[in-house]
């Protein structure tokens, strides 16, 4: 089966699945769209039990989909661009601080608390791993997916500034967790003994500032030139070729591209809405195009993953490892909040609200950048492991946290009323 037909048949399901979730299920898009995902797969590993050949064949067919690659080099500039280019950056302005502590301090702390408690807890199932490898896991389930996020999270009509937190610190934590990821990777390819100090800063600081540094640069220059015309579909078809371009050149240059992207998208956002730079019709036509490519993209992401379990050997021993990193991740979630709104709080002009702390916690949703980071480790690694670990973590976050987030923030008594929600980002 060709790459169209593959691409046309996936298209097809994620709309039939659409359809009958929105008919229905009446579930968030994407749980319900990975809840159906997961149940057909499931239903097809029965039927390949069978050997029916049209089954065998699609499966085959998933199999040839190369999950990492689709998400970190094509989906997730997209995705990240298209949820920046929408968050209000007056209200993320206010909010810097802890939306800046949250993902420069909590994501590295929540990824050693990972590595440290799985590298414990590993061998009490059979399955003892280096440390070098449960740092890998820490590194890459601790940034809250903005994907997740913005899909499910969004809608839990929680307060604006609660909102702008959590999706402002899963925009830029996914990026901070993506330059740990390569840094680790990097020391376990070459061996700790191998790696200096200074070359691990290096690596850090060439993505992290090579990737805001370039964002800026793209974002700016695409602002300049938009200002200059008013002509919506060359306006599209600018930040189309901002986000294909600048994701190609950011792997070019060995920089972060997903915070190359976020940055790019917060600057031609602020830029077209507070400087006048587009018109009307025009503004309008670039955020509806926007939020077209996040729902397809989406539905294309989570459908994928549901898929993913038709491919993937979860054996007894990894699942119940990955119900115990459930818990991992979570109080490690716990400690990587508390302690950067702990130091917050030593700042006069900060206050979090009541709650913050609860949602900010059970709403760090994990989705496709965690098991596209584990799908590409090489295979000399203990790779099979670590993406099952991943799956349960992942599946159990959209689903259980995801399906729970909503009904958590009205018992808390923080969701807003419905009527007041007028924009879709904050």
Known sequence: ?????ALALLLVIAAAFAYVNL???KMPTAIGLMVLGLVASLGLVGLAQFEVKPVLEFAKLVNRLDFSTIVMQV?????LFAGAIHVDTRRLGRLRWPVSVLALVGTPLSTGL????????LPWFGLPTPFIYCLLFGALISPTDPVAVLSILTKAN????????????SLFNDGVGVVLFVVTL???LLGPGDVTLPHALGIFLRETVGGLALGTALGLGTGWLLRTIDNYQVEVLITLALVAGGTALATYLHTSGPLAMVMA?????????SGGMLSDASQDYVDKFWELIDEVLNALLFVLMGLEVLVLHIPGRTVLAGVAAIVVVLVARLAAVALPLGLLRI????????????????????????????????????????????????????????????????????AQPKTDEVEKHA
């Open 1 to 5: 089966m060709d790459l169209y037909t």
């Open 23 to 25: 008919r229905f299920l």
């Open 75 to 79: 989906m997730l500039g997209f995705l």
């Open 114 to 121: 990972v590595a440290g408690a799985m590298y414990l807890l």
């Open 158 to 169: 929680i307060p604006k500034s609660l909102e702008t937190k959590i999706v402002g610190e």
């Open 186 to 188: 990097e020391v376990a």
């Open 265 to 273: 998208g917060l600057l031609v956002g602020h830029f077209s809405r």
């Open 347 to 414: 700042r006069s002009t900060f206050r979090a609200s009541d709650h913050s702390l609860t949602v900010l916690t059970w709403g760090g949703l994990r989705g496709g950048l965690s098991v596209a980071l584990a799908l590409s480790l090489p295979a000399t690694m203990p790779r099979e492991l670590l993406v099952g670990i991943t799956y349960v973590v992942v599946v159990f976050s959209i689903i259980g946290q995801g399906l729970t987030i909503g009904p958590l923030v009205r018992w808390l008594g923080v």
